[in-house]
């Protein structure tokens, strides 16, 4: 199995834009949740069938919000439970206001030697208007404490297309994370998520979607900047100097199974069913039984998912793995993108070229049944 999933639902504040789920609530129900997490991962241990784990993830949310001490707890108690590999990935997405060196010092028994910070601009400005907490300057600071710890696999997120925001702002953005000590770096067009701030803020008129032109200039000079830095682009939205590349995410692009816990953690057996835990922290707390739904994919779903997945990928989706009248019919799809030089054919493998990538939705719903 590819690796294990732990959620935390927790953030200190809410961004604008953001439809994840979490809650600002406080400290007394981290403990809390902390408690039925480690019951889920102890109910479930059955459900894992390798001797070893190659990745753990802390995603959220916002993890490093947590306590350090309940940080530890989680960890210590995943180990225990789903003994690491020698080589673990062990990731925990932060803020970069919450990485201080005595943050850092806090973790020192834990195992994480990757971190994934939210950056999404270093322009001070934006940052308040899309309700990050944290500034610039932390940013610097965060990366540079990480460092100093020894902390080196260093991923940074950024946002493009966010309110009046120029390709020239965008360029500085870019520019500055790849002059940072970082080994990776993901990058994500800007959605306007019904139901946040941000889409009420629209709607009111007091900020405007960036263009479709703007949006495609800008993912060019993101590509052609990280490539120019030595960073491979080795999935849609991410880069990463050689040999940095996600070791979770990439197992979930190539369709590995892995487990996931906290509420609204999603699961995968790697043949056909899916669970997702209810994102419901009152009842996750409260019950026995984690709330859960699962659904078993259809062999339609199943080529869907497969497409989805593998196309994202700079690999792409290998077409001598689909069966014979899935294969055809992906090929008869897709050869409008061959020959509008969207998609290439690498050997057995159907590939996005780089004009394909910042297409790549249509596309991938082009080659879904
Ligand atoms: S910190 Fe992350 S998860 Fe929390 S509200 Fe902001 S974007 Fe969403």
Same mark, same amino acid.
């Given at each position: 199995?590819?690796?294990?999933?732990?959620?935390?639902?927790?953030?200190?504040?809410?961004?604008?834009?953001?439809?994840?789920?979490?809650?600002?609530?406080?400290?007394?129900?981290?403990? @809390?949740?902390?408690?039925?997490?480690?019951?889920?991962?102890?109910?479930?241990?059955?459900?894992?069938?390798?001797?070893? *784990?190659?990745?753990?993830?802390?995603?959220?949310?916002?993890?490093?919000?947590?306590?350090?001490?309940?940080?530890?707890?989680?960890?210590?108690?995943?180990?225990?439970?789903?003994?690491?590999?020698?080589?673990?990935?062990?990731?925990?997405?932060?803020?970069?206001?919450?990485?201080?060196?005595?943050?850092?010092?806090?973790?020192?028994?834990?195992?994480?030697?990757?971190?994934?910070?939210?950056?999404?601009?270093?322009?001070?400005?934006?940052?308040?208007?899309?309700?990050?907490?944290?500034?610039?300057?932390?940013?610097?600071?965060?990366?540079?404490?990480?460092?100093?710890?020894?902390?080196?696999?260093?991923?940074?997120?950024?946002?493009?297309?966010?309110?009046?925001?120029?390709?020239?702002?965008?360029?500085?953005?870019?520019?500055?994370?790849?002059?940072?000590?970082?080994?990776?770096?993901?990058?994500?067009?800007?959605?306007?998520?019904?139901?946040?701030?941000?889409?009420?803020?629209?709607?009111?008129?007091? *900020?405007?979607?960036?263009?479709?032109?703007?949006?495609?200039?800008?993912?060019?000079?993101?590509?052609?900047?990280?490539?120019?830095?030595?960073?491979?682009?080795?999935?849609?939205?991410?880069?990463?100097?050689?040999?940095?590349?996600?070791?979770?995410?990439?197992?979930?692009?190539?369709?590995?199974?892995?487990?996931?816990?906290?509420?609204?953690?999603?699961?995968?057996?790697?043949?056909?069913?899916?669970?997702?835990?209810?994102?419901?922290?009152? @009842?996750? *707390?409260?019950?026995?039984?984690?709330?859960?739904?699962?659904?078993?994919?259809?062999?339609?779903?199943?080529?869907?998912?497969?497409?989805?997945?593998?196309?994202?990928?700079?690999?792409?989706?290998?077409?001598?793995?689909?069966?014979?009248?899935?294969?055809?019919?992906?090929?008869?799809?897709?050869?409008?993108?061959?020959?509008?030089?969207?998609?290439?054919?690498?050997?057995?493998?159907? *590939?996005?070229?780089?004009?394909?990538?910042?297409?790549?939705?249509?596309?991938?719903?082009?080659?879904?049944?």
């Amino acid at each position: 199995m590819a690796g294990i999933y732990i959620h935390v639902p927790f953030c200190k504040s809410r961004c604008a834009y953001c439809d994840f789920f979490s809650t600002t609530s406080g400290e007394a129900w981290m403990r @809390r949740y902390a408690d039925a997490l480690v019951r889920e991962m102890a109910a479930r241990r059955a459900e894992w069938t390798l001797p070893k *784990v190659d990745t753990l993830y802390l995603g959220g949310g916002t993890p490093s919000c947590l306590p350090a001490e309940l940080v530890l707890q989680i960890l210590r108690s995943a180990a225990a439970l789903y003994p690491l590999s020698d080589n673990a990935e062990v990731t925990i997405e932060a803020n970069p206001d919450d990485v201080t060196d005595d943050w850092l010092r806090a973790l020192g028994a834990a195992p994480i030697n990757r971190i994934s910070m939210g950056v999404q601009t270093f322009d001070d400005a934006l940052l308040a208007l899309i309700h990050r907490r944290h500034s610039s300057r932390q940013a610097v600071s965060a990366v540079d404490a990480c460092r100093e710890r020894g902390l080196h696999n260093i991923s940074l997120d950024l946002i493009y297309g966010l309110p009046d925001q120029t390709l020239a702002m965008w360029e500085s953005d870019v520019r500055k994370a790849l002059s940072m000590p970082i080994a990776h770096l993901s990058a994500y067009a800007l959605t306007y998520e019904e139901g946040t701030p941000l889409a009420r803020m629209r709607d009111n008129n007091k *900020v405007a979607e960036a263009d479709e032109e703007l949006m495609s200039e800008m993912y060019q000079r993101l590509c052609t900047m990280a490539a120019e830095a030595g960073m491979q682009h080795y999935e849609i939205s991410n880069f990463a100097l050689p040999g940095c590349q996600s070791r979770h995410n990439s197992s979930y692009w190539q369709g590995e199974p892995y487990l996931g816990f906290g509420p609204g953690a999603h699961s995968y057996d790697g043949h056909r069913t899916r669970r997702w835990n209810l994102p419901d922290l009152a @009842r996750y *707390v409260a019950e026995a039984e984690v709330p859960m739904e699962y659904e078993v994919l259809s062999d339609d779903e199943l080529y869907d998912e497969y497409i989805m997945t593998r196309m994202r990928t700079r690999r792409g989706a290998d077409l001598s793995s689909l069966p014979d009248n899935r294969r055809e019919y992906c090929l008869s799809m897709a050869r409008p993108h061959l020959a509008n030089g969207r998609l290439r054919r690498e050997g057995n493998c159907l *590939v996005l070229t780089q004009e394909g990538l910042f297409v790549s939705n249509d596309i991938i719903s082009d080659l879904m049944c």
